[in-house]
């Protein structure tokens, strides 16, 4: 089992900034951790993804705003948001992967976190 749990958030006036983190606790290796986030009426979409070896992803809308990084002794990651505008509102969730046996994955998602951008 994996339990994923999420912190940061709130509410922020545009051009401010907010950092959400969020803790994963397994026994099993971890494959990647992401952030997704979902708008009133949208689809989820990819924030931000780092791998187990490093390799990071961000989504194309960020324009350089976000950083994603991780504690490197414990399974923690933390999403920096900066520059945040009316746009970014959403609830973001946190998305880990692990690796159940040789070739088989498994998804667990946190609860989510609300994000709101306004003056």
């Known amino acids: 089992q994996v339990q994923v749990v999420e912190s940061g958030g709130g509410l922020v006036q545009p051009g401010g900034s907010l950092r959400l983190s969020c803790d994963a606790s397994?026994?099993?290796?971890?494959?990647?951790m992401a952030w997704f986030r979902q708008a009133p009426g949208k689809q989820r979409e990819l924030v931000a993804m780092i791998e187990i070896h490093g390799l990071i992803t961000y989504g194309d809308f960020l324009k350089g705003r976000f950083t994603i990084s991780r504690d490197n002794n414990k399974p923690t990651v933390y999403l920096q948001m900066n520059s945040l505008e009316p746009e970014d509102t959403a609830d973001y969730f946190c998305?880990?992967?692990?690796?159940?046996?040789?070739?088989?994955?498994?998804?667990?998602w946190g609860q989510g976190k609300r994000v709101t951008v306004s003056s």
């Open positions: 397994t026994s099993m290796t971890i494959t990647s």
């Open positions: 998305r880990v992967v692990v690796e159940v046996e040789a070739q088989k994955r498994a998804i667990y």
